[in-house]
């Protein structure tokens, strides 16, 4: 099956990431035509999966915008569509991975006579997305899309309640390699020495800089922890939140944790970083829809505590595979912390599980034969 996958996103995020993994079967015969020029591109090109760059002009159209700026920007896209219809002509089926691409992507599909796939990254809630980019996105996926693949019970459950059809949706979990989270006990050892994080007790966090993202409750958090317990965080403001960044420094000086907080950015090497850390926390504030994060540090074997809603409540189970926390709660983090500090043997036992479950469960391998089957009844 020949496929023109579209993703609005020239920087790597979940989604982007998990289509990496989803395009890659299908390389030698589909393209991934993206909205956006950046480091998204550098990586499926890394992967060998054709890319092209549709558009460099930026949609200007956001999660919270209003009706007014959604019609002022259709204008601005109709030279991509056009662009996206003849390149889709030459393609079985459109595979629209984010919200814009499901704009683009439900007009091309008619406008081609192609069948659309959307699949579904986010809990499409007033949570995430203004009334009338929730309209949108439910209305385009009722009227055109023969399959929506919601990324967890939560994604399908918010689209469902949004008036999204439940008979076209399927739920699919983000897959992984785990071999790729198995790190050689010498490679950690060095990354220890390189960040200066041996003798500590580290907490890692791993997300793009957002608000609802949570870094500050992780950092309230430690404030209640003994000094040993230091925190990594890793990602960057990929979205321009760069206010929220400058907020969290301030934070850490005010409760004088300059030595215990390291700001990493963006890495490249996340199972290694996830590796070296004793406990990883998930700290959203929002529902999560999937949480890839999560799953990744129960297959490097990192204990990992999370944030109870959305997808997380569907990846941990507290006490059998990690251990959930009420949502912006920093006490009941820091509490956790120090309990899985205290009590070594079942946290390791837990963490243990943790990697055992997800291997299998989120195992790449069946997670695209899903796909591939649902690709292939539906069109
Ligand atoms: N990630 C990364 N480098 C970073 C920070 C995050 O590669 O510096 C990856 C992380 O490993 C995960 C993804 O970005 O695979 C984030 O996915 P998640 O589902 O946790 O959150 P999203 O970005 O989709 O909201």
């Keep these: 099956m020949k496929i023109l ?3 609005q996103s020239g920087k790597p995020g979940g989604a982007e990431l998990c289509l990496i993994d989803i395009a890659k079967p299908y390389r030698d015969r589909s393209l991934v035509g993206l909205f956006a020029d950046g480091d998204f591109k550098t990586l499926l090109q890394q992967n060998q999966i054709p890319v092209e760059v549709l558009t460099t002009k930026p949609i200007q159209v956001k999660k919270q915008s209003n009706l007014f700026q959604a019609l002022a920007s259709f204008q601005q896209l109709i030279p991509l569509l056009i662009k996206v219809v003849k390149i889709a002509k030459k393609y079985d089926l459109i595979y629209a991975n984010t919200q814009k691409a499901l704009v683009i992507g439900a007009l091309a599909s008619v406008l081609s006579r192609r069948p659309l796939v959307y699949h579904l990254h986010d809990i499409l809630s007033l949570e995430h997305f203004s009334p009338i980019n929730l309209r949108v996105a439910v209305t385009l996926a009722n ?13 399908q459950t918010a689209f469902t309640q949004a008036g999204g059809k439940a008979e ?23 990354i220890q020495q390189e960040l200066d994080l041996e003798s500590k007790f580290v907490i890692g966090h791993f997300s793009r800089i957002a608000p609802w993202k949570g870094q500050h409750i992780l950092i309230a958090a430690l404030a209640k ?31 004088g944790l300059e030595n215990r907080v390291k700001f990493l950015g963006f890495r490249a090497d996340i199972p290694q970083l996830m590796s070296a850390c004793n406990i990883v926390t998930h700290t ?11 799953v990744e540090a129960m297959l490097c074997g990192t204990p990992v505590i999370a944030a109870k809603a959305g997808g997380a409540m569907e990846l941990v189970e507290h006490g059998v595979n990690g251990f959930l926390t009420t949502p912006g709660d920093s006490k009941e983090l820091a509490k956790v912390i120090n309990t899985c500090r205290e009590e070594i043997e079942i946290t390791a036992t837990i963490a243990n599980n943790a990697r055992n479950i997800a291997s299998q469960r989120f195992d790449i391998a069946t997670i695209n034969q899903q796909i591939a089957q649902l690709l292939s009844s539906g069109n």
């Design 5 to 7: 996958f579209l993703d």
């Design 143 to 155: 009227t055109f899309a023969s399959l929506v693949i919601a990324n967890s019970q939560a994604s």
């Design 168 to 190: 076209i949706t399927a739920i699919v979990y983000n897959g992984f390699a785990s071999k790729n989270y198995q790190i050689p006990e010498a490679e950690i050892k060095q």
């Design 225 to 255: 922890c003994p000094p040993q317990v230091t925190a990594i965080l890793v990602g960057d403001a990929l979205f321009g939140e760069q206010n929220y960044a400058q907020e969290l420094h301030q934070q850490v000086k005010t409760l």
């Design 284 to 294: 959203s504030t929002a529902p999560e829809p999937f949480g890839r994060v999560i």
